[in-house]
Nanobody, 121 residues
Framework: QVQLVESGGGLVQPGGSLRLSCANSGIIFRLYHLGWYRQVPGNERELVASISAGGRTNFLDSVKGRFVISRDDDKSTLFLQMNSLTPEDTALYYC???????????????WGQGTQVTVSA
């Protein structure tokens, strides 16, 4: 059974930083291209950052230079380091799969509970 568990969210002031983690079980983690998605109520879920099985990365324009995605294949864990946060980054963040071109391609049954990030003074 595939399980993805996101953690690390919280309340942070504008300009602050957070590091999200996504622990995976039930998949051969190192073989998958993965990404971080986020969703604000009433909006579509969007892909924020992605990383290939080989370590190639891609980012949404609005987070380039501020977010870093990484993976630890030995620990089957995906990370998202978020710096210089703004209120526009407030959302529920999820991890899921992407395709080999690092485009959105989530597995429906993989959606976890997500981790809430709130950026506010």
């Amino acid at each position: 059974q595939v399980q993805l568990v996101e953690s690390g969210g919280g309340l942070v002031q504008p300009g602050g930083s957070l590091r999200l983690s996504c622990a995976n079980s039930g998949i051969i983690f190192r073989l998958y291209h993965l990404g971080w998605y986020r969703q604000v109520p009433g909006n579509e879920r969007e892909l924020v950052a992605s990383i290939s099985a080989g370590g190639r990365t891609n980012f949404l324009d609005s987070v380039k230079g501020r977010f870093v995605i990484s993976r630890d294949d030995d620990k089957s864990t995906l990370f998202l380091q978020m710096n210089s946060l703004t209120p526009e980054d407030t959302a529920l963040y999820y991890c899921n799969s992407v395709d080999r071109l690092l485009r959105p391609s989530p597995m429906g049954r993989w959606w976890g509970q997500g981790t809430q990030v709130t950026v506010s003074a």
